[in-house]
């Protein structure tokens, strides 16, 4: 699982990490990011689309 979040683009794999790894909400995502919370919500949706692709290639 590591090596398919390092797999993704670095604003989906940021994203990723710091929602599961750090436990942070959307609101303080947006925050250290300086993004909107809807902004972190999509990309949210995105890198976990992406991430169940390459799961799916890695088998």
Known sequence: MT????AL?????EIILLKYNHKCTDKQIAGLLGLS???VKKRLQR???KLKEIMKEVG
Do not use: V
């Open 3 to 6: 090596a398919a979040i390092l």
């Open 9 to 13: 683009p670095y604003h989906y794999s």
């Open 47 to 49: 890198a976990k689309k």
């Open 37 to 39: 919370e809807d902004n």
